[in-house]
């Protein structure tokens, strides 16, 4: 149990590290990447929807 | 001033002099070719995994050769592609996940890896499906053939050399030809073959839902996320450079040659022999073929097993690679294990994991091959949005980023296969819209 927690406590560690590192977008933010990637969100979020809604009727039908 | 010198002498030189002169330059670019060539041609080859056997031997029973045209079409779409990740890869010598967390933040970073992770694990079950099942027909037990690979995937990589890993990688892709001679065994006629090559046209009965959902299928299996984190992963692993990016943009176009090439002949082969035979997948092909030729049903699962061991080792190293380089781990085939532990365990995790699942009886096999569908369609555009925008970025790619006309071709791909994928996850979701 110890070893697990100490595992996932690195990881945390880890992960907290790599978010520091990549915190700010290093590609030159014009309005047109801007544009791309709330476009790219917003399908995502569709999809995602779909599938939540797919999957809700699955486990109802 | 170098070149002024050479220019001079080569004004003096005679003739024979002359020639000699062009044919060690042309011995020098064929042997610097030879040293840099293998990405480009193990990912496209691997991109004819167990799901595209599959796909290709019921696009051959259901449509005959109509759809070659098709087909065709996609080899120039995955080589625009691909190429660009050559380019990335040798100029920023970062993999594609790195390349995303370095340019995109750890928002967009966290969300491709992870994709990645799920989509390349769930790609691989279908990749150990494809293999049991190929073996299966040689009455060998799925348990044998799964522990078989994975002590074989292991052994591929003991030797801590990248070189090593890839001439073995690249005799699976002598093996995946293996499609050429069932072609010629089955005896086609090579002006149908042309016809149906060269001459869009859509099969009897017109564009129906049915081969809506099968081109789909096609411009999937041809076209798949793993591949981009694969290809510049190892373009950076081989320590390819910003002048040896035009012999890895001619092993991508060899590459994209050779997959169209093995689809082609192995639709030939299905549509010979399977036409009008409902199929669902590339082994009970090769069952009902047996019957009929002995040898193209042998040679049809044995070449189900080959795409499958090099699908499965090659995606395998595209998430091990992606790990790597994201948590800081030594990445590299360069590494033994000793040197390179996480990365070489994480390979292995993989492996192990896709194999077991496989053996898991009821395993529900059909709901992952959706899911494999499914999942392509949040990571493909995301990866192939963030691959035009980095090539556009004059920080990062200086004189190597997109021009105008590379712009208008790799966007227009884009476009299409997004809109295309979409559908095909839709679709797969929702079978009944296609009703």
Redesign the interface.
């Known amino acids: 149990m110890n070893f697990l927690r100490a595992a996932l406590s690195s990881l945390a560690t880890?992960v907290r590290t790599?978010?520091r590192?990549?915190?700010?977008?290093?590609?030159?933010m014009t309005w047109l990447?801007k544009a791309?990637?709330v476009v790219?969100r917003l399908?995502?979020v569709v999809?995602?929807c779909?599938?939540i809604y797919?999957f809700v009727k699955t486990l109802k039908g | 001033m170098e070149q002024v010198v050479a220019t001079r002498a080569k004004a003096r030189m005679g003739l024979p002099a002359m020639l000699f002169y062009r044919f060690r330059k042309s011995v020098k670019a064929l042997r610097m070719f030879a040293a840099i060539a293998g990405p480009g041609i193990i990912v496209m080859v691997a991109d004819n995994d167990a799901g595209g056997i599959t796909t290709y031997t019921t696009t051959g029973a259901k449509y005959g050769d109509h759809l070659l045209w098709f087909l065709i079409l996609l080899g120039p779409a995955a080589y625009f592609v691909q190429e660009m990740t050559v380019r990335l890869g040798a100029v920023t010598k970062r993999g594609h996940a790195e390349a995303i967390?370095?340019?995109?933040?750890?928002f967009?970073?966290w969300?491709s890896l992870l994709d990645l992770v799920l989509m390349d694990w769930l790609t691989m079950i279908t990749e150990f499906i494809g293999m049991t099942a190929a073996m299966s027909i040689f009455g060998v037990p799925p348990w044998v053939t799964v522990i078989a690979c994975w002590l074989l995937m292991g052994s591929m990589i003991l030797s801590g050399s990248y070189w090593t890993w890839e001439k073995i990688a690249l005799g699976l892709c002598v093996g995946n030809l293996i499609y050429i001679p069932a072609a010629f065994m089955v005896h086609p006629s090579a002006s149908d073959i042309l016809r149906n090559s060269f001459v869009p046209h859509w099969p009897p009965g017109g564009l129906t839902n049915e081969l809506f959902f099968l081109l789909m299928a096609n411009i999937g299996t041809t076209i798949a996320p793993w591949m981009l984190f694969f290809q510049q992963s190892s373009v950076v692993d081989k320590g390819l450079r910003e002048r040896d990016i035009k012999f890895g943009k001619l092993d991508t176009a060899i590459g994209s040659v050779l997959t169209v090439v093995v689809a082609t002949f192995l639709i030939v082969v299905s549509a010979r022999l399977l036409y009008g035979h409902p199929i669902e997948s590339a082994a009970q092909a090769a069952v009902e073929i047996m019957p009929v030729n002995k040898y193209v049903g042998t040679i049809i699962a044995i070449g189900l097993f080959d795409a499958g061991f090099l699908g499965a080792i090659c995606i395998s190293l595209a998430s091990s690679w992606a790990f790597g380089e994201?948590?800081g781990w030594a990445h590299s085939l360069n590494q033994n294990i000793r040197e390179a532990p996480w990365f070489y365990a994480y390979y292995f995790f993989d492996l192990v994991l896709a194999g077991l699942v496989v053996l898991i009886p009821r395993a529900p096999l059909v709901l992952i091959t959706l899911f494999v569908q499914?999942i392509a369609?949040?990571l493909l555009?995301?990866a192939l949005?963030f691959l035009i925008?980095?090539l556009n970025?004059?920080?990062?790619m200086g004189k190597y980023r997109n021009n105008t006309w590379q712009n208008v071709a790799n966007i227009s791909i884009v476009l299409v296969i997004i809109i295309l994928s979409?559908l095909y996850?839709?679709t797969a979701?929702?079978p009944e819209v296609l009703q």
């Open positions: 880890e790599i978010n590192r990549y915190a700010k977008p290093k590609i030159q990447v791309c990637l790219l399908y995502l999809l995602v779909l599938m797919k | 967390f370095h340019g995109f933040g750890a967009w970073g969300f994201i948590f499914v369609t949040t555009p995301a949005v925008l980095l970025d004059k920080k990062t979409t996850g839709i979701l929702f």
